[in-house]
């Protein structure tokens, strides 16, 4: 059984810090679905995470490329962002299912084409919601 965790983030630099924090206790081989509208956090999450696994330089959202590889940090970090993918079969031209497990963090925008392909035990799921007053309720599992 899953337990959800809710925090609240008053802003970006909230929702960087949460990042942060869970990216200095990760192990490797976890995998982040992130889910919520555009302009949620998601971005802002992952560059926390890429600050807690040591990574400096800077970090943004993947839209264009589709994916960026963050090198550098205690653990690499790829960065997914699915949005303007139209099928499943579009992922096998990313190698997801390759870099998955190559023992890093992967971090995932728009999961949803992939489920089929995320590793049950090792995928937690980030929620993203406006909570009013330019905050955002975050909820992991």
């Known amino acids: 059984m899953s337990v959800a965790r809710t925090v609240m983030c008053a802003g970006a630099e909230d929702t960087e810090r949460l990042g942060r924090e869970i990216g200095r206790a990760l192990q490797g081989g976890e995998v982040f679905a992130l889910e919520g509208e555009l302009g949620s956090g998601k971005t802002t999450f992952v560059r926390g995470l890429a600050r807690g696994l040591g ?17 550098g940090g205690r653990l690499a970090l790829a960065h997914f962002d699915l949005y303007r993918l139209k099928s499943p079969g579009d992922l096998e031209l990313l190698d997801l299912d390759d870099v998955m497990e190559e023992g890093g963090v992967v971090a995932i925008e728009w999961p949803r084409l992939a489920e089929g392909l995320l590793p049950e035990r090792r995928t937690r799921r980030v929620r993203f919601d406006d909570a009013g007053s330019a905050q955002r309720r975050v909820t992991l599992v």
């Open 55 to 71: 990574f400096l330089d800077t970090v943004t959202s993947p839209t264009f490329n589709l994916v960026h590889r963050y090198l």
